[in-house]
Nanobody, 117 residues
């Protein structure tokens, strides 16, 4: 059974930092591309950052330079370090494991990030 479990969300003031973690089980983690997505009510889910199995990364423009995605294949975990947080970053953040060639996608349950003073 595949499980993706996100932790690290919470309430933070503008300008603060959070580190999200996503621990995967039930998959061969090292061969999957991993992504962080976010969604707010009434809006489409959007890709925040993605890291491939060879550690190539990409970011949406609004977070580039503030967020860093990384992975530790020895721990089957992907991270999202979020710095200089803004109220617009408030959303539910979800972890995704993907093998695009085979149309395989797995999702975590999500963790709430709220940026507010």
């Amino acid at each position: 059974q595949v499980q993706l479990v996100e932790t690290g969300g919470g309430l933070v003031q503008p300008g603060g930092s959070l580190r999200l973690s996503c621990a995967a089980s039930g998959i061969i983690f090292s061969i999957y591309a991993m992504g962080w997505y976010r969604q707010v009510p009434g809006k489409q889910r959007e890709l925040v950052a993605r890291i491939t199995n060879d550690h190539t990364t990409n970011y949406r423009d609004s977070v580039r330079g503030r967020f860093t995605i990384s992975r530790d294949n020895t721990k089957n975990t992907v991270y999202l370090q979020m710095n200089s947080l803004k109220p617009d970053d408030t959303a539910v953040y979800s972890c995704n494991a993907e093998r695009q060639r085979f149309g395989i996608n797995y999702w975590g349950q999500g963790t709430q990030v709220t940026v507010s003073s």
